[in-house]
């Protein structure tokens, strides 16, 4: 192999070039490691689409070089030159291949599929290959392409694959990982390009503590408006008294609550964590459980759900100044206006965590606790579908105490970037799409657990009302530890999750969660959850049979490719 021969070479063109391409793929010598980014047709395509996702991978990847094809080449070679570190050459004949790379250094290289000869092309790309960049004068004039200072090491304007190559890469294959996979972890989701876009801003440069209106700093015109639409819009979707944006995750919302209205040792009445209940609800390696008194209720033994009339006898008896509903694991439909009661009757504060449920609750696919509790905290990600972080809703007799608390009590600068992506993530429940998701999220869930059901697999409770549900792996060949390491070997991500009741160790419990937000963000239905019942069961009836794993990743692979998220930032 020559010497400057690229780890990877990549291909892609449009509907004019498709011929061309797939005769260079034939008949480039198999030295040459040939990665294909499309088109797959002679179909009509934007040809911007496959230059942007050809010049992204090769300025990512230093160690390897593209070939561009449209009609002309000429399209082709503009759109790559958008991009920094990239030097498209649109060649022609052996003398511009030839100094394309000797004196440009091009890392890719553009012909026109209209224009030449399939021969004449591939001896152009192998004559580009196989020269040298010749450097010495020309590597200053490179610099004066990318327009480097070279007397500084410092570049604001330079991108992340320049900056921090290894960074660059994670992210990509991050981003491979969740495109190729099927995620099932009840507590993520995926968002989209206008929430990224929000969250990746020049809103991270600036401080703004205090709130719209009466800041510390100056310059907060903008991030006022920014955070005013978050809070008003988050008012309007949940039809609340007050809303807090500023919490950095639902644990810190929680942490404000408990310290606007509690005093240290105060007793608190939450769900037991190893019943489906959250490490801030009180348990004892939080600070929920190590700064208040914290008591516990939990499912019924043969039910496996709530028993109200107990979790009352224990109110009654322990009489906490707060009882907390909400949960992590637990698969059913929660009874507000009955927390409510019990809250009243024995003179308690109630506040509702909808973490893992608020999206269900916008979208009406789950009652909502506002009318009856007196906080509710949720993050801003899972079934909300926005970026990581929290938020709080209270009635407005509490809303001074809360916004004191979380500044200047708990926080500083609030994340301004972040605010602006829950801005943007509350105007998208708005819409139709939105709505129609989470009440697919929750058809799938309940249909995914009753094809378990069917095939021998034990779900806890006997199955589902919102976006999730735990497998009883007893009667099964595998704990959760080794459940959550086969599904991922298959190409399937999931958690391994205490059941109620389990007698194992929590780092290797007896079941494993499963949860249907980003397969139902995808567009997935219950023709895809048929096919995903089928592969859960034959992985965990089967966690070490190789063939078995290589065959369900085969499968879900090909699922995943037919329901893209993130395949334009490959």
């Known amino acids: 192999m020559p010497k400057n021969t690229p780890e990877t070479l990549f291909i892609a063109s449009d509907h004019g070039g498709y011929q061309l391409k797939e005769f260079l ?39 390897t070089s593209g070939i561009l094809i449209c009609g002309t080449g000429i399209g082709m070679s503009i759109t790559a030159n958008r991009h920094r570190n990239i ?28 224009v030449l000869e399939p021969s004449t092309a591939l001896e152009l790309v192998e004559l580009w290959l196989s020269s040298e960049y010749s450097g010495g004068r020309h590597q200053q004039r490179l610099d004066l ?9 410092r570049d604001i304007a330079a991108p992340l694959s320049q900056v921090d190559p290894e960074i660059s890469q994670l992210i990509t294959q991050e981003t491979e990982r969740e495109e190729s996979k099927l995620i099932m972890i009840a507590s993520e989701n995926c968002v989209s390009q206008a929430v990224l876009e929000a969250q990746g801003s020049v809103l991270t440069n600036k401080y703004a503590e205090g709130y719209p209106g009466k800041r510390y700093y100056g310059g907060c015109q903008f ?21 807090n944006v500023q919490p950095l995750s639902g644990s810190s919302a929680n942490m404000a609550v408990y310290l606007s209205v509690l005093q240290p040792g105060n007793t608190i009445l939450g769900m037991n964590l190893a019943h489906g209940g959250h490490l801030t609800h009180g348990a004892s390696v939080s600070f929920s ?9 939990g499912v019924d033994r043969e039910t496996e759900k709530l028993d109200y009339d107990a979790i009352e006898e224990i109110a009654l008896r322990e009489r906490p100044h707060m009882i907390v509903a909400g949960a992590s694991s637990y698969s059913r439909t929660l009874d507000f206006p009955r927390f409510r009661a019990i809250a009243d009757k024995v003179g308690a504060m109630l506040m509702v965590d909808i973490a893992h449920i608020a999206g269900l609750v916008v979208a009406g696919a789950h009652p909502s606790p506002v009318p009856y509790a007196d906080f509710v905290t949720t993050t801003t990600h899972k079934t909300l579908r926005g970026p990581r972080g929290g938020m709080i809703l209270c009635r407005q007799e509490h809303a001074s105490k809360v916004d004191k608390t979380i500044f200047p009590g708990l926080q500083g600068g609030p994340l301004m970037h972040t605010i602006a992506g829950k801005a943007v993530a509350f105007k998208e429940a708005t819409t139709e799409e939105f709505v129609k998701v989470q009440k697919q999220t929750v058809i799938n869930a309940a249909f995914l657990a009753n094809r378990l059901q069917e095939k021998g697999l034990r779900i806890v409770s006997g199955g589902t009302d919102n976006h999730l549900f735990l497998i009883d792996l007893t009667n099964l060949p595998v704990n959760g530890k080794g459940a959550e390491e086969a599904l991922d070997d298959a190409g399937i991500t999931a958690n391994k999750n205490g059941i109620p009741f389990d007698p194992r160790n929590p780092a290797d419990p007896s ?3 499963i949860g249907t ?4 963000t995808r567009g997935m239905r219950e023709t895809e959850m048929e096919i995903i019942a089928d592969c859960l069961e034959k992985v965990l009836s089967n966690p ?5 794993i290589t065959q369900v990743r085969s499968t879900i692979r090909e699922l995943c490719s037919r329901f893209p998220v993130y395949s334009h930032l490959l």
């Open 517 to 520: 937000p980003i397969a139902s």
């Open 289 to 297: 459980g190590q700064i208040y008194r914290s008591v516990y209720y």
């Open 223 to 243: 991030v006022d408006q920014a955070e005013q639409l978050a809070i008003d819009r988050a008012l309007s979707l949940f039809d609340a008294e007050h809303a």
């Open 145 to 153: 392409i990318e327009r480097r200072n070279l007397n500084s090491n």
């Open 511 to 513: 079941g494993i969660r």
């Open 25 to 63: 793929k034939s008949n480039l010598p198999k030295q040459y490691k040939l990665q294909d980014l499309g088109t797959a047709s002679e179909t009509s395509v934007n040809y911007p689409e496959f230059a942007h996702k050809l010049a992204d991978q090769v300025a990512a990847n230093p160690d």
């Open 544 to 548: 070490e049979d190789n063939t078995v």
């Open 87 to 114: 030097r498209a050459a649109l060649v022609h004949d052996k003398f511009t291949a030839q100094m394309a790379k000797e004196h440009n250094n091009a890392n890719i290289i553009v012909l026109g599929g209209r």
